[in-house]
């Protein structure tokens, strides 16, 4: 982190009125004493290259950032560096900015969510996955999912555009073994009532107006039923399964384990448990309000 002048930190996407990031991340800089502020930056698709151009001006106070929905396959492309895991799924979710002006490349967000999956202790070895979406969340749950030693048995997902589906599997197996990974036609065949987790990657839910995808009768109380969305923190898709006696979890643990682990990229060091938990509850209060 940088410290003669005060350095911005910040989230590129669009729209991101609903991003719980910077109480998060402006916490985390006060606790630790840093000079620093996260901002949005809310960009339009025409606004993207400009914005990484004047990244690389030695004057730009910004040496950190997160990506999120809809350019974090995108912003790729843009990069310098990334690490062997953004080589291997392709979608980026941290970037650190060098004094040099180097943009180097992170993906938190897979094994921020392999850490909320610990928390909640559920092993993911020989378990039956039903999954839902195709879109940059779920590139980098599916990816890691298929690298990891405590492999899965089976994978089947669902996305309402085949296409797109279809083109991240393709994708993937250029550069990991994806045999356990089964796309469906339809959620019907998703084979729920033989699942051990149920994965909502889309982005439906987050509008209070939004159907829900999944048929409630096919929950089950053996099911974990994880819905990436944190806002609302209760889905109807989450509501459902716990009135069908399933665990639930939204996605607010895999919001706080990522940003810690961007978090100390920006800043190379490793974050002790007292700011740990002052992020913690900053986005669990910021939920609340
Ligand atoms: P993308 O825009 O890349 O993908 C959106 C996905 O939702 C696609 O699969 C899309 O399907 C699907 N979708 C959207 N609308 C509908 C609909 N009406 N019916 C069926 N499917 C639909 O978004 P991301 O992958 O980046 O994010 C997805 C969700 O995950 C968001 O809610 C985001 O907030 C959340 N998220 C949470 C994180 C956390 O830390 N908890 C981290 C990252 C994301 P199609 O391809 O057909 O358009």
Redesign the pocket.
Known sequence: MQDAQRSVYGIIGYPLAHSLSPLMHNVAFKELGVDAVYQLFPLKEEELDGFFEKLRERSNPIFGLNV???Y?ERAVRYLDNVSPLVERIMAVNTIVITRERRLIGYNT?AP?FLSHLVELQFNTRGKKIAML??????RAILGVLCMISERPVSIKIY???TG?LNELLKDLATRMDTSIVEPVMSIDDLEIPEADLLLN????G?RKDDPC?IDEALIHPSLLVYD???NPAETDLLKMAKRRGARTAN?LG??YY?GVLGLQHWANVQLDERVKNVMRRALEEGLRL
């Open positions: 999120t929905t809809p974090k967000d921020g979406g195709a879109g940059g969340a779920a996305n309402r555009s797109r990657t889309t982005s439906v987050l995808l990436l969305i944190y996605g895999m919001l990522q």
